[in-house]
């Protein structure tokens, strides 16, 4: 209802205003209660940890058009995710990724995400945005940022090669349009 006031308000011959739609958003990752806004009347789709685990991306690409049909038909035009980071100590100290992440490599790291982007941006016809997070990549970091600021003490050329590679996939090295975020999300590091 909102949203069509907006649009009548915009589309009125007295207005000079631009319809701009009101974003609803969510970060519905599939893992539960901790993570998750939506608790059930979803279906239930794995985690990107299991997704990553199959080193399919026609997974990962049918898991985002599942999620992107059903955020899109809830009435959300913002998503935020997939989160692109790149685990690299599973149980070490960079906070409770764990099976938030597509895995630990750079480059299975970006092609889930770009077939999981292009899932998303398929199943919803184009109606949700895509925010991949949590640029530059929370994988390396030394704490919870929670806690405290997070660091990632990597030279340039260490994170261009890890935690950057999977953000450069779905930005500007994207093969397809489908495939690149709509923005990212920043994270405290």
Do not use: C
């Not at 030279?155 to 090669?161: M, V």
């Amino acid at each position: 209802g909102l949203q069509q006031m907006e649009w009548d308000a915009s589309k009125s011959e007295a207005s000079n205003l631009v319809y701009v739609p009101l974003f609803i958003g969510t970060s519905q990752e599939g893992t539960g209660p901790a993570s998750d806004q939506i608790l059930n009347g979803l279906t239930p789709l794995p985690s990107e940890m299991a997704i990553g685990a199959t080193w399919n991306t026609d997974y990962a690409e049918e898991v985002g058009e599942v999620r992107g049909r059903e955020l899109s038909a809830l009435g959300f035009n913002l998503f935020l995710g997939p989160s692109l980071d790149v685990l690299e100590t599973p149980a070490g100290s960079s906070g409770d990724l764990g099976i938030q992440v597509f895995g630990g490599d750079p480059f299975w790291v970006a092609e889930m995400g770009r077939a999981f982007i292009q899932g998303m941006h398929t199943g919803s016809d184009g109606q949700i945005l895509v925010i991949a997070k949590h640029f530059p990549g929370a994988g390396g970091a030394d704490r919870l940022p929670q806690d405290e600021v997070s660091t990632v003490r990597k030279s340039l050329e260490q994170l261009k090669q890890v935690e950057f590679a999977p953000f450069f996939a779905v930005t500007g090295k994207a093969a397809f349009a489908e495939e690149t975020v709509d923005g990212l999300l920043v994270s405290h590091i």
